[in-house]
Each structure stands twice: as C-alpha cells, then as structure tokens.
C-alpha cells in the first residue's frame, strides 16, 4: 500500500517541476516525507533539481538533501546562497551535519565548516575526528544528559532549557560529576514520578555489554543495537564517558550496507560500496569495480588451461573424458563457493569465533565427504547405465564401468577438496587480517579449477592406465 | 567492548551448571541479558539445558526461549510442567507467544493453546491466521488504543487501566467509533498538556505510505519502517481497521534474514534460511539444502562437456586452444555473475521496478561491452607478446597475431553475452515471478559455460580456417 499511495503526489510533484510553478512545488513538497522527496528528487534532471530546491527553500530540503546519495550532495548544496546554508546547516541535527560534511569535498566541507556558528563548529569538527565508519563517525550527540543528584523537576526544567528538539526526551541519559555514564531515565519516569524524587532512585543501569567504544567499528554498534532490541545505543570513550548515541535507524541502514558489500563481494565486485542506487551509479562506477577481478581472474585461469595442456595425451587418447571435464571443474566451484558462502555469511553475523575454525573444518569435511560420495555414485550410475546407448569410442580394454568408476572417483574427490578449500580460505583470510569476503569467494572458484584439472586427469592417467 | 564484557558472566554460568548448584545457576542467570542467556544455553548438552530451565523457572526463561532458534523451543518448553507453562505464555508479549507456537509441531501448538486463558486464546487463534512471513504474522496487538473524544485525563486513565506493561506508553494510536486507525499520540503529547485537552487537538496524522498492510509481506513492513526511521509501523487491514503494531527490532530481523537469504541463493544453497546458526545445523540439513543444486548443476554442465566432445577435431588440430579455453569459460561465469549479483540486489533493495528492464539491459550491454573489449584487448597483448617465447606448436599459416586476436574476440564475444544473460535472467524469472535470487544466479554460471564452449570453438574455427 505504501507505493501507491505516493505515488501521486509524486506526480503532481514532476508537473508542478514541469510546468515551473513554485507555489505548486513547494505545496506538494511540503505534504512529503523527506525520503520521498529524495526518491522524487533523484528522478529529476540538473535544471528540474535546482529549480526544485529552489522553490523549497533550504528548511525543507534540510532533510531531503540528509537522504540522497552521497555522490548528489555536493550539488544540491551548492543551488543555495551561504545565507541559505547557515539557515539549512543550523535546523540538521548532529549527525546528519557530519555525514553531510563527509559526503562533500575537502575544500566544501572547509567551506560549510566556515558557515556555522562556534558552538556548532566546535562540536562538528570534534565528530568528524572520528572515521565515517566507526560508532563515533555515526553517533549524535542529540541526548538529554542528566545528573544523579537532580530531582524530576530540576531535569524536566533542565531538559526544557536546554533542549533543542523533542527527540531528547526519548534517549536520556544519567552521568556522574565527571561525564561518566551511570544510568539511563525514560520520559514515563519522569512523567509519572513527583517532582521531588531524586534522579538517582529512579534511573536504571546501563549494562557494560549495552554501550560501545567510539573507537569501535559501526557494524559492531549495530549488532549490539540488534541484539538487545535497543532503539538508542550509548557511545562512550575508553574512560566510559558518554559521548554520543546510536539509534535504531542508523543501525538498520548500517546493516543494510554491510550486507549489499557482503553480497558484492562475493561475486567479485571490489570497492566501497556506493550509496547510490544500481541504476544511478554510471558505467563508469560499475566498470571500475567489476575489471580489475576480472582481470586477475583471467590471468590465473590460464593456469587450469596449462594443466589441460600438459595433459594433451591423455586427453587425445581418450578425448570422451572431455564430456565430464566441465562438469567435474564445475562442480568444485560450486560446492567451494556453497560452503565459502555459508563461512562467511556466519562470519559476518558474528557466529564464528577464531576458535571455531576446527568445528568448521569438520562439519565441512563430513559435509564434503557426504556431498562428493553421492555426487560421485550419481555420475557412475548415469554414465554405467546410458552412455553405452550412444556408443562412444572407448580404449581398449576399458570397459564402462571401469570408466564410470574414474570419473566418479575425481568427482568425489574434487568436492571433498573444494568444500574443504572453500571453508578454510575465508577463515585463512581473517585469520592474516583480510577480508574473507572480498578474499576468498572469487579465488576460491579459480583455485578450485586447477585442482579439478590435475585430479580429474591424474586419477584418469592411473585408474585407465594411460 | 561488549564481548569482553559478557564472557565472565556466560562462564560463570557454565560453571554453577556443571557443579549442579541451582541457586548459583539461577543468580547468575538473573543478571544476564535473555539474548545472551540465549546464547550460552545453545554451548549446553541437552542435560545441561534442562537443568539450567528447571534452576530459573520460566518466569526467567520465557524472553531467552523467543530468543531460541525455532529448532530448540520445543525441547525447552517440554521441560516444564504445564502449570509452569501456563505462567511462561501468560508472561509472554502476544507477538512472541505467536512466534514460538509457529516454530513447534502441531500437536504442541494445540496443546499449548489449550493452556492459554481464554481471552490470550482468543488473540492468540486470531493471529496465528496470518502467514507467519506477513506483516499480520509479527504484529503485536500490545499498544495503546484511544478514542480521538477522549481527553489527556481519560486518556492517561484507560491506559492505566488496561495496560500489561509499560511498553504501550511508547505506542499509542488513535481510532474512531468504528476501529480506523485516524492518529497517533506520544507521550510526551500526553504529559506536556494539561488534562482537559482533547485527543482530538494534539494526536498527529499517520500518512497512508507510513501504515502496511496485514496480508503484505514481512520485507515490505521492515522496508517501510527504514525508509521513514519508524519506531513503530502500523498494521492495518484493508478497510483501514488498526490491527497492530511492528516494532523497529522486528524490522531489524527481517532484513537481516532477509539479506542472508538473498545471499544463499546466490551460491546455490536451497531452502528457507533455517535461524539455526552455521555450527548448530546438523551435517544432514546443510547437506540437504546443497546436493539437489549440486546435482541438477552437474547434470547440466554435462552439456559443456558435449560441446567440447562434438568440437574434437578443432581442438587435436590445435591443442593449443586448450590453454585459453578455462579462461573464456570462466570469464563467463564471472562477468554473469557480477551482473546478476548486483541485478538481484538492487531488486532486492526495491531499486528497479518492472519498467526498468531496458535500462537495466541497455546500461549492462554498454559495461559488458566495455568489459569484453578491454579484456579481449588484455589477453590479445599479453598472448602476442609473451607466447612466442614459449614456442610453442601453430598449425601452418597461423601467426601468433591472429591467434591472439581469435582468442580476444571469442573472451569479447564471451563477456558481452554473459554480462547480458547475467542481467536479463533475474528479471526474466521475476517477470514470471519466480524468486530472481534462487532461479538465476547458479543457472547463469552452467548457462554461460556452455555459451562460452560454443563460442569459443566456433570463432576458433572460422578465424583459424579449421
């Protein structure tokens, strides 16, 4: 229900754009949620955009430019005067500066840092010390902090001052004379508490395991966040003061990233994965991350045709083996990338520990062992019971079954070493510090060939004594 | 930090359990987070297990066994004697009632219903009617319903009134007479006005994009929660009737076992994604969702190997074909799986409507271009400037020249179809609404061997005149 009902006013939106009226602009904008806008807004060519953000004015793009594709940030920006971008940069919260600020050129971010007010530069220029991507680079700093010894109605009076938007009330938390994290008030304490009853009798715990580390990376804020069903996280540094928090939708988007990467690099996609939508990224963009793998890859495939050259003998002799070659080379890419897969997919959900790797290389070798055996017993039924139908050439003194037998055979044992290789690469890979997806998933493809090629033909050279 | 910070607890445990010390079992356990009491009872024998149910009751037990993968609930509810069950359910929040009666047998679920009282059995009956991955199917009926006549006083008073717990403070929603779900309330609009306000004045419209349908599916609820930073997602049926809630931690959930979904199918891994971690599934069920794709796979790469058997003569003339035939094959399955990868996952991010296929396949034709010229190019200098100093065997009349530039223009004609079938195939199979991820991505890569065969040998044999 949800896609129809905006688009209509989505519509409206591109006619009112069309027919260049700005009163109709800004009515229909102003009934859209920002992240519709910003949907709408991507559909828009160069003139259309400006004429747009024009038309808004920079209090209700604030939230819509937040939204876009860090690659359309840039631009958007620059359609408003410094006048205008003091107004926009004052009304965004923290956090929402800070990626704004990182999404834009060094010699912007310079720019718009001159643009704010001391008390705002100040606090920016202190998150932006943090990398984008660790719980400090994501955090706001948008919270209600309170004091132990306050009454209700000293922290309601409190808050009331201070705050600068509604959203504190939801995420309040208690610190100690130093700035150290003790405790944390929901808004329905202080609500249905007298106003005399001190902070301190009414706050709650913040376990040590529902905080992180600044410092720490933001896939590992957003676990914690899941796990705990949280909707704020606290950010602390080493000391445990409290810094900054986390909340649930940055945790939801930081997860969605983490997984689009995960999937990319598992088919070979290198780099960064770009905000932008598949089909804004240009050509360009997609070629950059796509060649150089391939590249690589191709270079090292010429070592499986090496192998087969090596073996021209054999293969001329009795060039039926040629019918299963792709498939026992296939199937070795298959199996390794399942199981490379599945390792890595656990690894990211933070299933495996260091210390598993054995358990894993167990259930994989059983795993292999299983899948190779009844792959292998499959082929040499098949190939026993309907290849002599087609009459083929076989050497002399070779019968069918003994054939079946051999290809069977290098099946099996091209499952087993490939399941094998495909679970040990990724864990190898984290184990030296790399990333097991971007490492392991299209080598493991590559490797696994050459083996099929030597293990298909030695097993062929031996079992049909050529 | 927040590892470090959990192992002694989850040891401690370990040890009070081996030494059969109840009371030290239960203390322990109390202090512990239900998400991480989850975990540390997966690392128990099922002796253990049910020693660690009986030492903490299941008034303790109730969140960690939600909490439980679907496999272990049942077990862990049949520790307990139905008097203790009847507590556990009667604890439980109406959602995750209905989630562990969805993830046991149907003989247990009659039984456990029969212990409900029969207002929870009523509610429970109602919801167990969705599809477990629909909207209906995780909402919860726990939030705040109040009438837009009402004033703050009323209000404050039937809340209190009817409230199970303090979490429906957070979630309150306004209906007319008839059950249409019209606004919402915060608290903060309740405790910041004075008591004679009516609802009416300060609930705030819900939009019709912010609410989902009960009958949509999970992944539709969780992307409409994201998209607009909800908290809280109304679910509604199709006359608008407020019907229940799902919360930003549900959301959370579904896209994470979404996105490994997406990924698994990508390797070929069939069946639902099982919410038993990696090491808790058992050889047999891995083994079960790999070997009918392994097997179907196998069978089809048969196919490769009848190409190469039915090009013999082209390739004993020149063997040396031999040594480029991996790399063209392979650079097949890796260009198609690259385009296919992010094809998928774009759909799966909602990026790409239906009527977006000829951009999709007109911005793929141009990179798989660009690709194959660029790695035609590659392999056509590498192979004219490094191959001859390996003399190695050309048939008469066949420079090292036009063998490099056969080899490049069979990888270029290659690359350029398998980077297109690699895009078309997901949509195509969404087109007949079949899953994009499932269908497409282990079929491209036996697909395009057999392309990548037929291509190679054909140009081989007309540009060497074979």
């Not at 920006?77 to 990182?102: G, N």
């Amino acid at each position: 229900m949800s896609e129809e009902a905006v688009i209509q006013p989505a519509e409206e939106l591109a006619r009112a754009i069309k027919a260049e009226d700005q009163s109709a602009v800004l009515a229909v904008a102003g009934d859209l949620h920002y992240a519709d806008l910003a949907l709408a807004y991507q559909d828009l060519d160069e003139e259309q955009r400006i004429m747009l953000l024009k038309s808004i004015g920079p209090n209700l793009a604030a939230d819509m430019i937040v939204d876009l594709p860090d690659s359309l940030i840039e631009e958007a920006l620059d359609a408003y005067r410094p006048a205008e971008l003091k107004v926009l940069f004052r009304d965004l919260s923290d956090d929402d500066r800070v990626d704004i600020l990182q999404a834009v050129g060094d010699e912007a971010r310079l720019r718009f840092l001159g643009l704010l007010g001391p008390e705002d530069e100040e606090l920016t220029r202190g998150l932006l010390r943090y990398e984008p991507e660790t719980a400090g680079g994501r955090m706001t700093t948008g919270f209600g902090r309170l004091l132990a010894s306050m009454t209700v109605k000293q922290a309601i009076d409190d808050l009331r001052h201070k705050q600068e938007n509604t959203e504190t009330l939801s995420r309040m938390y208690v610190v100690d004379a130093k700035g150290h994290l003790i405790g944390r008030v929901r808004l329905r304490d202080l609500a249905f508490n007298t106003w005399d009853t001190p902070i301190r009798d009414i706050m709650a715990e913040v376990p040590p395991e529902q905080r992180v580390l600044a410092t720490a990376d933001q896939e590992e804020a957003a676990q914690i966040l899941m796990k705990y069903d949280l909707v704020v996280l606290p950010v602390v540094d080493e000391f445990d003061h409290m810094l900054g928090i986390i909340t649930h939708d940055d945790a939801m988007d930081i997860l969605q990233e983490e997984s689009t990467e995960d999937i990319e690099k598992l088919a070979g996609i290198a780099g960064e994965q770009v905000e932008d939508t598949y089909l804004q990224t240009s050509v360009m963009t997609h070629f950059k991350r796509r060649f150089i793998w391939l590249l690589g890859l191709g270079m090292l495939a010429i070592a499986s045709g090496y192998v087969m050259l090596r073996f021209e003998d054999t293969l001329t002799q009795v060039f039926l083996l040629s019918l299963y070659l792709p498939m026992v080379v296939a199937a070795g890419g298959n199996t390794g990338g399942q199981a490379s897969t599945m390792v890595i997919r656990a690894m990211s959900l933070g299933e495996l520990d260091p210390g598993t790797a054995r358990e894993v290389l167990w259930k994989e070798l059983r795993l292999g062992s299983l899948l190779g055996v009844l792959l292998g017993a499959s082929i040499a039924a098949v190939t026993i019971l309907i290849l002599p139908a087609f009459r083929p050439e076989l050497p002399e003194g070779v019968s069918f079954a003994r054939f079946g037998c051999t290809v069977a055979l290098a099946l099996t044992a091209q499952v087993i070493t490939s399941t094998v290789v495909g679970a040990l690469l990724p864990i190898g890979a984290r184990a030296i510090r790399l990333d097991p997806a971007a490492v392991a998933a299209p080598a493991i493809t590559t490797l696994v060939d050459v083996s099929g090629m030597v293990i298909y033909f030695t097993i062929a050279q031996a079992l049909l004594h050529l």
